[in-house]
């Protein structure tokens, strides 16, 4: 059972920036896939973005496209969310997710494995 511990969470003002990191526990987990996913108060959780076990693989909703980036380092197994220009609207809970689908495109993995979330507040 593979084990995610998200950090990086906090405070930040608008237009600035945050780095997101989830730890998994486990190994070969060079084959497997990340996801960020994020759920602010009152509504569903969404996806924001995605890497595959290539990673060039990546993709992002367009809410974040040009302003975060997903990377992966696969000797720490562990994957980053680089979040720049932020907007209030960036405000949520972020969970990463792993799934050994890293093959396949992935947007489109039900991811089932989640961290416990770290939140982010962006306001002045």
């Known amino acids: 059972q593979v084990q995610l511990v998200e950090s990086g969470g906090g405070l930040v003002q608008p237009g600035g920036s945050l780095r997101l990191s989830c730890a998994a526990s486990g190994f070969n987990l060079d084959y497997y896939a990340y996801g960020w996913f994020r759920q602010a108060p009152g509504k569903e959780r969404e996806w924001v973005s995605c890497i595959g076990s290539s990673k060039s693989s990546e993709h992002y909703a367009d809410s974040v496209k040009g302003r975060f980036t997903i990377s992966r380092d696969d000797g720490k197994n562990t994957v980053y969310l680089q979040m720049n220009s932020v907007k209030p609207e960036d405000t949520a809970v972020y969970y990463c997710?792993?799934?050994?689908?890293?093959?396949?495109?992935?947007?489109?993995?039900?991811?089932?494995?989640w961290g416990q979330g770290t939140q982010v507040t962006v306001s002045s």
């Open positions: 997710a792993i799934d050994p689908r890293g093959g396949s495109y992935c947007p489109m993995i039900p991811f089932e494995s």
